[in-house]
Each structure stands twice: as structure tokens, then as C-alpha cells.
């Protein structure tokens, strides 16, 4: 994720300080999303550096406000606009996987039960909060980790194949 256009995104929507800045993406973030504090801060002074967000006084608690500027919206708008690539560690996995292939690993098997073992336990923690959301009415987090689910689904279904066929000799 980028911590910059969240930072911009929830400024487009209102006038907010660091700390509001850094909860309001961990809600975005859900599950896993743990922000530095200072992370908060060092994007925002490069926000303001690029002219993107100023800081535009303090609230009536003396906390530093920061506002998106219009090229911060023009910035937000083209982030929005521009196709992201399907990147995940399955990537990873599959440059590991071919490399074992290339050696003839022994523990290649071993390998894709514990890589199974990990998407499993992914598939139960995330169908956990998948309920909760859907309970709660949270639609976005709901079908955000439905997506995720699926993307699972699918490196299950490749381990499965990998494993169904019969390894061709080079």
C-alpha cells in the first residue's frame, strides 16, 4: 500500500492531523496493518515538500492540521487512474519453485506442503474476518478480502496441479 496516496485520500476527504492520519489507515489496511508513526510524519513533510499537502494550522487540541492541495488532488486522480500490475509473494514462490525444479530439490514436495500449509492458514484467518465484516455491513473490507480469498484460491489450485503432474525431465 501506499502510505503517501492514503495519506492523500483521506485528506481529499477532510482536514486531519498525523495521528488521525495513521488510524484511519490502519482501518483501511484492516488485518495486517500496523503504521509507524513516523512513517506518518516523514510522508507528510514529503507531501508538503512537493507541495501536495500543507499544513494549514492546528485543531482545538494544538495538533497540526494538514490539508490536500489541488495538485495534491491532481496526484491522487492520476494514482487512481493508473493500472496496477498483479504483484504478490506468489511471485516469489513460483522464481523458488522453478529454481527447486532446475536442481531436482528432493524436498520439493516438502516445499509445496508447507507453502500449501501458509495459504491455509491465510484462507482461515482471512474467512474469519470476511464473516465478521459481512456482519458488521462493512461492504468494502468485505469484498476486499473476498478478492484476496480468491487470489488463494488460485495458488491452492496451481500447488494442486503442480503436484497432480508428472515432473518432465530436462
Not at 114 to 124: E, G, N, R, T
Request: hydrophobic share 35%; proline share 2%; aromatic share 8%.
Amino acid at each position: 500500500m501506499s502510505i503517501k496516496n492514503g495519506i492523500l485520500t483521506l485528506l481529499f476527504l477532510q482536514k486531519n492531523h498525523g495521528y488521525e492520519l495513521k488510524l484511519e489507515l490502519e482501518s483501511h489496511l484492516g488485518v495486517k496493518g500496523k503504521i509507524n508513526p513516523g512513517q506518518i510524519y516523514t510522508t507528510l513533510d514529503r507531501l508538503i515538500r512537493d507541495q501536495l499537502v500543507l499544513s494549514v494550522g492546528m485543531d482545538d487540541q494544538e495538533r497540526k492540521l494538514y490539508e490536500i492541495t489541488t495538485e495534491g488532488k491532481k496526484e491522487l486522480e492520476n494514482w487512481l487512474l493508473e493500472p496496477v500490475p498483479y504483484h504478490s509473494t506468489k511471485e516469489d514462490f513460483h522464481f523458488k519453485w522453478n529454481c527447486a525444479r532446475k536442481i531436482d530439490f528432493e524436498q520439493e514436495k516438502k516445499m509445496l506442503d508447507q507453502q500449501k500449509a501458509m495459504i491455509m492458514k491465510d484462507v482461515m484467518e482471512l474467512t474469519k474476518f470476511k464473516t465478521e465484516f459481512l456482519l458488521q455491513g462493512d461492504e468494502n473490507r468485505y469484498l476486499l478480502i473476498t478478492g484476496t480469498l480468491l487470489h488463494l484460491e488460485a495458488d491452492l489450485n496451481w500447488i494442486n496441479q503442480v503436484e497432480n503432474r508428472n515432473r518432465p525431465k530436462f
